[in-house]
């Protein structure tokens, strides 16, 4: 394709449209998407490299840092093992309803974050479902690390599942077709069949859901109750930092993140190139 | 279900039944607590709480800024997806990877850093303020933070249709005598505009629930530039939980019929590639 091109011969006209388009389409990414990007980093350096390890090692932002990677820690894996389980069903089998399934799957995409939040003060706040009787019994999740936990698993549940369900639909059945002939057992066919061939997008769908659950910050803020002075996680530290005028601390804390989804992005590129490598290759 | 007789595969019940259960579970049963809950309140009250004036003027903030990013990043991303599906320039792989910074962005990152690059002393802001243009706590500055979250959604949909179209039924236009133009009015966006529509309305979706990045640079001042989802967190706030509920029930009522719409737009547009 992209020899066909080069080999047709450009008007000088042509030439004009591609370079005026190209100089309007870069010039737009520079100020809009690029910039942001840039800022963080020139803010969180604001005071030089001392100012930054000092920024992000204060114990408000340490214990912000643990909180985060707690909530990570319960939401990437099981989050992981239903987008397997999710992705196996829908891309292996036909049963009536899977439209729906599939749509269902879309819901935290498409819920905005606050009602994400919401929904949990509405079955473990105090005027909730299960408020009283938790309350009576001295359990506390909403406004405290549970209530976090299970927003970010929410916010999270669909990301493992919508990198793998593309990717083993366009698999097909025939590899574990063969494997199950060949005598293998429902189990091994998995682990050593299927799951080779999606290791790419499953780590990929592993690390975007990770980076979803650091940077959450709607659905969090709802249920950790920030105004109230509760339990923070890296994004609801930086918006502390920041409401108390301390812009290079939260640029400095929001850094920490920012390089979380530039590798994310990085290692996605780098996936992509692998993987388009080897369809050349074949 | 023809098909399924045939299919030798295990873990069919395991497999679904895991879903389902996970999806009732975390998502479903959740979600049902906010319909329960307004229902279960005086509907006389859940109106006057959604037709507020404050609420009313937060809607039409948000329906229209998430209207008008959502159609800047039409085509802004149409331009975006264009060049890189047709030319080739230096570092165009490193511009490729760029176009996702805003869905791997943290939403709150996001929101802090356009408020820094828009405020009165910021990098853009103290240019923008000499020609007497204020972007951060003005409802501008919603349409530029809901600009930046929806970009990746049209350009990620048009690229693709753009690097597969044939590139034949462009060269017999210009043959026939179509100019560039007409050219790229009659052939080519008949040809996007499937994936254009749901590049558009994904945005849209986005921008009509978007929370993090908005509310930094918007200011929140009262009646006009408080966004919908921003009203619920005021709500929470003050404690009233019924009444951030109610304004829940209508921004869900809206994702769904959202959502619907992008799933039909999206079952014509794979029926129409398929077709061609």
Not at chain 1, 94 to 104: E, Q, V
Not at chain 2, 234 to 244: I, M, Y
């Amino acid at each position: 394709m992209d020899e066909r091109r080069q080999n047709r011969e450009e008007t000088p006209k042509g030439r004009l449209v591609r370079i005026v388009l190209t100089a309007a389409a870069l010039l737009f990414l520079a100020l809009f998407v690029v910039a942001p990007l840039l800022l963080v980093f020139v803010n969180a350096f604001d005071k030089g490299w001392q100012g930054y390890v000092a920024a992000i090692s204060e114990p408000d932002t340490r214990a912000a840092i643990r909180l985060t990677l707690l909530a990570a820690a319960a939401a990437v894996p099981l989050n992981t093992l239903f987008g397997i389980a999710a992705a196996w069903s829908i891309s292996k089998f036909d049963f009536p309803g899977k439209n729906i399934l599939i749509t269902l799957l879309d819901i935290p995409f498409a819920v905005s974050p606050v009602i994400s939040g919401l929904i949990f003060v509405l079955i473990f706040g105090l005027q909730g479902w299960l408020g009283p009787w938790l309350d009576a019994h001295g359990i506390q999740i909403v406004f405290a690390a549970p209530g976090i936990i299970l927003a970010t698993m929410f916010v999270t549940v669909p990301f493992v599942a919508r990198e793998l369900i593309p990717h083993m639909q366009a698999q097909g059945r025939e590899e574990e077709e063969a494997a199950l002939v060949l005598g293998a057992s429902g189990w091994q066919t998995f682990l050593r069949v299927t799951l080779p061939n999606i290791k790419w997008s499953l780590l990929y769908g592993v690390i975007l859901c990770t980076a979803r659950a650091t940077g959450e910050y709607g659905a969090v803020a709802v249920v950790s109750g920030h105004t109230q002075g509760g339990t923070n996680t890296i994004p609801l530290q930086v918006e502390i930092l920041y409401n108390g005028y301390d812009s290079t601390g939260a640029f400095a804390v929001a850094s920490l993140l920012t390089l979380l989804s530039v590798a994310t992005l990085i290692i996605k590129k780098i996936m992509e190139w692998q993987s388009s490598r080897s369809n050349d290759g074949n | 279900m023809g098909r399924k007789r045939n299919n030798i595969l295990p873990g069919f019940g395991l497999s679904t039944g895991f879903t389902l259960t996970y999806l009732s579970l975390f998502i479903l049963i959740p979600l049902s607590a906010v319909f329960l809950k307004t229902a279960s309140e005086n509907w006389a009250s859940v109106w006057n709480v959604v037709t507020s004036p404050r609420l009313v003027a937060s809607y039409k903030l948000t329906l229209g800024a998430s209207f008008l990013s959502a159609v800047a990043n039409a085509v802004f991303g149409l331009l975006v997806a264009w060049v890189l599906a047709r030319y080739s320039f230096p570092g165009k792989r490193i511009v490729d990877a760029i176009v996702d910074i805003p869905f791997a962005l943290p939403t709150a990152v996001a929101g802090l850093s356009l408020t820094a690059l828009y405020a009165p002393n910021g990098w853009f802001g103290r240019y923008l303020e000499m020609l007497g243009i204020r972007v951060a706590y003005t409802s501008a500055g919603v349409l530029v933070a809901l600009m930046f979250v929806g970009l990746p959604f049209v350009v990620r949909n048009v690229q693709p249709v753009l690097q597969d179209l044939d590139f034949e039924i462009e060269e017999a236009a210009r043959s026939l005598g179509a100019t560039r133009w007409q050219t790229f009015s009659r052939v080519i966006v008949p040809t996007l505009l499937p994936s254009l529509l749901t590049g558009f309305s994904l945005a849209f979706a986005r921008a009509l629930g978007e929370y993090g990045s908005v509310v930094f640079i918007s200011g929140n001042r009262v009646f006009e530039t408080e966004i919908t989802s921003f009203m619920i967190m005021n709500k929470l706030d003050q404690h009233d939980v019924p009444g951030a509920t109610a304004i829940a029930t209508v921004m869900l009522i809206a994702s769904f019929v959202m959502l619907l719409a992008i799933n039909l737009l999206q079952a014509r547009s794979r029926r129409y590639m398929e077709a061609s």
